[in-house]
């Protein structure tokens, strides 16, 4: 991420303080590490092992070694929400759009990165087409073609 993207993440979370976030893509944790310092509990998915690694790094690390779609099943079976997410998992057109949808029922504040990608922001539109609550995919803007944020709210009440 970049050093605008990363003060807009710090920026909310030290703004929203919360106690549960999910984390679709943990790569090699640079966000993770922001997470934890400002999160209680940070649920970590990914379908890379690394990701089994973030617990013996951060005590608060709940990692989920599994795809996305599986995992927020998981959290829905267990009746899980989460105070913040940060989306960043599946870069395909249909991998972030469902990135997407499976996050809004459960999660109060979303981010959403790579807006500036053509093919991860046709997917993040696509979830947003019949979408009621508010979202800026434009958050932060990036140069290049990777990067940028947006901020998706599912529920403003």
Sequence with gaps: MTPAER?????????LKPDKTLEV?????GCTAHLTNWSGEVHSVDVDPAVLKAAERWPNVI????????AMKLFREKGESFDFAVIDGDHSRRGAA???V????ICKVIIVHDTMNPTCR???MDAL???KGFYNLNFVLNSGIWG?????????T
Excluded: M, W
């Excluded at 003060?7 to 703004?15: F, Q, S, V, W």
């Excluded at 893509?25 to 944790?29: A, C, D, H, I, V």
């Excluded at 990692?63 to 599986?70: R, V």
């Design 7 to 15: 003060c807009a993440i710090i920026g909310l979370l030290t703004e």
């Design 122 to 124: 046709q997917g993040y």
């Design 148 to 156: 940028g944020l947006g901020i998706v709210v599912p529920d403003l």
């Design 102 to 105: 499976l996050a809004i029922p």
């Design 98 to 100: 469902a990135d997407l």
């Design 129 to 131: 087409v019949d979408f």
């Design 25 to 29: 893509g943990y790569r090699f944790g």
């Design 63 to 70: 990692p989920h070694h599994c795809d996305s779609k599986n």
